[in-house]
């Protein structure tokens, strides 16, 4: 069987940003026969083809439609995977180069999303994300991955404030700033991402610039049963249904397979490219309107329509057992975790649910379910931000992790392989 653990972190390690991620899916389903549409041009789609579109170069949906059969005419709906490609960091401003003293050179960031500010600190960083410049009238990305330990936030020595073990408010415009090199390299900046995006400094006119943490994913635990590194939350997600969507190869099902990776949900997903957007209903419109289905049909399509936003979960933590709820609390390694949210904050319901857990039942894997604990407000997710656009049956799922959020976060080992295989077998339902 293949090993999903190295192949997770290549694909986790090869995606410092969301650009790097939706162009290594877009590359790898590419491979599988997936042939990339564009958003400017008109669609000629067919049933038995597999297609995949990207927005903003950051967020992107794949679908795969089956063969027509002879007696009905018709696929019965979608069955959709939701996962986002954007994790919480920092972000370079349009002029990041900060003098300070006769020596240090820093690039001036700004927070994108709420990570743990300390977990940043002492550590090699590098940049990654896009450039945009302008070729033959056209402005074209381009995308660029410094791979080179470039810059570190160094935090205060234990000297110069002794009550820094009491916990630390962090100002992110004081304290978190990299330190990149001395005043010598003023203006190395733009030379730096020109010289990687092959163009010259004067021909960037628009730059998606972050910070990401250089460490790789690793396997940890004497038995090796844990697996740590950066952007788990939620790459791990989609890393597991990509491989769950090529797996279910066959076109001979009832149902459109769709993948659905969005941007921006780190920062509440209001973007064109978000999942409050309206992507995915466009995206559906044009495959209705390139089959041909009919108001009437596509409205029982829609309502036999099945969505699984996928994004990873809280495991109950070694050292704080007490946040957990008393009973609805996953442990790593111990399967798929469905969420749910008494303010349905997470979409599962009785209904979406029974199909998660039955789902799970036909894979043979194990399965878990979280809630917050009462008195704790929790996060958001995909799963009810999609439903303003597109209302369709929704579970929340995820897989369980520690220190979600941080710079470094925790999973276990074998989780990834009972999503894959769960999520197969949603898409081969
Ligand atoms: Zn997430």
Same mark, same amino acid.
């Given at each position: 069987m293949k090993d999903y653990i190295e192949s997770l972190f290549q694909f986790i390690d090869g995606s410092p940003t969301c650009y790097q991620a939706v162009d290594r899916i877009g590359k790898r389903l590419a491979q599988a026969g997936y042939r990339e549409l564009s958003e400017k041009e008109p669609w000629q789609i067919a049933a038995g083809e597999r297609y995949y579109v990207k927005r903003n170069d950051s967020s992107l949906i794949a679908f795969s439609i089956p063969k027509q059969k002879e007696t009905e005419a018709l696929s019965k709906g979608f069955h959709i995977v939701a996962a986002h490609s954007d994790s919480p960091c920092f972000k370079l401003k349009e002029k990041p180069e900060l003098t300070v003293e006769k020596q240090y050179l820093k690039w001036n960031v700004e927070k994108y999303g709420g990570m743990i500010l300390s977990s940043w600190l002492d550590r090699p960083l590098s940049v990654a994300g896009r450039v945009v410049v302008k070729e033959q009238e056209k402005m074209v990305t381009k995308l660029v991955n410094i791979e080179r330990d470039v810059a570190v936030i160094p935090n205060l020595a234990i000297h110069m404030n002794r009550d820094m073990n009491k916990g630390v408010e962090y100002n992110p415009q004081i304290d978190m700033q990299p330190c990149v090199g001395s005043i010598g390299d003023q203006g190395g900046y733009l030379k730096l991402l020109a010289e990687e995006a092959g163009v010259e400094e004067r021909d960037i006119l628009g730059q998606d610039i972050f910070l990401y943490n250089r460490d790789r994913c690793k396997r940890v635990g004497i038995e090796e049963e844990w697996i740590c590194g950066?952007?788990?939350? @939620?790459?791990?997600? =989609?890393?597991? #249904?990509?491989? #769950?969507?090529?797996?279910?190869?066959?076109? /001979?099902? @009832?149902? +459109? !397979?769709?993948?659905?990776?969005?941007? !921006?949900?780190? =920062?509440?997903?209001?973007?064109? $490219?978000? #999942? @409050?957007?309206?992507?995915?209903?466009? =995206?559906?419109?044009?495959?209705?309107?390139?089959?041909?289905?009919?108001?009437?049909?596509? $409205?029982?399509?829609?309502?036999?329509?099945?969505? +699984? /936003?996928a994004d990873n979960a809280h495991a109950v933590h070694p050292n704080h057992p007490e946040k957990a709820d008393p009973e609805n609390k996953p442990y790593l390694n111990e399967g798929i975790v469905i969420k749910f949210h008494g303010s349905q904050r997470y979409a599962t319901d009785a209904y979406s649910a029974a199909v998660m857990k039955d789902i799970c039942h036909q894979a043979q894997v194990p399965y878990q379910v979280y809630a917050n604990r009462s008195d704790i407000i929790g996060g958001s997710t995909l799963g009810n931000i999609l439903m303003a656009q597109v209302s369709v049956n929704t579970v929340d799922i995820g897989l369980p992790q520690l220190a979600m959020h941080s710079a470094c976060e925790t999973a276990g080992a074998k989780d990834i392989e009972y999503l894959i295989r769960a999520l197969q077998a949603f898409y081969q339902r």
């Open positions: 950066p952007r788990l939350d @939620d790459l791990e997600c =989609v890393y597991g #249904a990509l491989e #769950a969507l090529l797996l279910s190869e066959s076109l /001979s099902g @009832d149902y +459109i !397979n769709m993948l659905a990776v969005f941007d !921006n949900e780190e =920062v509440g997903s209001g973007t064109k $490219q978000g #999942a @409050d957007s309206t992507f995915l209903k466009d =995206v559906l419109a044009r495959i209705r309107s390139g089959l041909h289905i009919g108001e009437e049909h596509y $409205q029982c399509m829609l309502a036999d329509s099945f969505l +699984i /936003s």
